[in-house]
Antibody, heavy 118, light 108 residues
């Protein structure tokens, strides 16, 4: 059974940095592209970033490009999201999800809450 | 960017009845549409993809239809566990991958 477990969320000041992690089990992690998706509580879902299975390519939503970096360590079955120069509007639950191969979100983690506030 | 518009925002249906949820795309996306279910306090889970294909383990009372710009998720006989928020998502043209704003299915 696929399990994705996010961690690293918390409270961060505007302009600060935070690094999220997502550890995968029950899948061959290196065979899957991976995504980060976020959700402001009570609101819809927003795709944030995607990384190919070998880490060779990344894609970002416009609202995080240049501030966030998605990366992965296939030797540790772990996905990362480095969040820099955070803004209050980045406050959300951040989910990791594996890609089915067609930009469909196959399985999701339980999410980690990031709060940007002074 | 492709905008997905879901309607209605909230749908009130009695258990055992049928529910139809709509998703409209701002431009044609073929059949590159997925549906997700999100229960309160949980992560979303994949229901449908390719507009009409059920994901693994999804019961047959869930069906999807449509192509181009108009799509429908139908739940034929609502069970208590089906009351949740449903999101559509397009993967035809990306980045960005986009979601609809969601339809809340509540017990009448």
């Amino acid at each position: 059974q696929v399990q994705l477990v996010e961690s690293g969320g918390g409270v961060v000041q505007p302009g600060g940095s935070l690094r999220l992690s997502c550890v995968a089990s029950g899948i061959t992690f290196s065979s899957y592209g991976m995504h980060w998706v976020r959700q402001v509580p009570g609101k819809s879902l927003e795709w944030v970033a995607f990384i190919r299975k070998d880490g060779s390519s990344q894609n970002y939503a416009d609202f995080v490009r240049g501030r966030f970096i998605i990366s992965r360590d296939n030797s540790k079955d772990t996905l990362f999201l480095q969040m820099n120069t955070v803004r209050p509007e980045d406050t959300a639950v951040y989910f990791c999800a594996n890609d089915s191969g067609s930009r469909i979100f196959d399985s999701w983690g339980q999410g980690t809450l990031v709060t940007v506030a002074s | 960017d492709i905008v997905l518009t879901q309607s209605p925002a909230t749908l009130s249906v009695s258990p055992g009845e049928r529910a139809a949820l709509s998703c409209r795309a701002s431009q044609s996306i073929g059949i590159n549409l997925a549906w997700y279910q999100q229960k309160r306090g949980q992560a979303p889970s994949l229901l449908m993809y390719g507009a009409s294909k059920r994901a693994t383990g999804i019961p047959a009372r869930f069906s999807g239809s449509g192509s181009g710009t108009e799509f429908t998720l139908t739940i034929s006989s609502l069970q208590s566990e089906d009351f949740a928020v449903y999101y559509c998502q397009q993967y035809n043209q990306w980045p960005p991958i986009t979601f609809g704003q969601g339809t809340r299915l509540e017990i009448k």
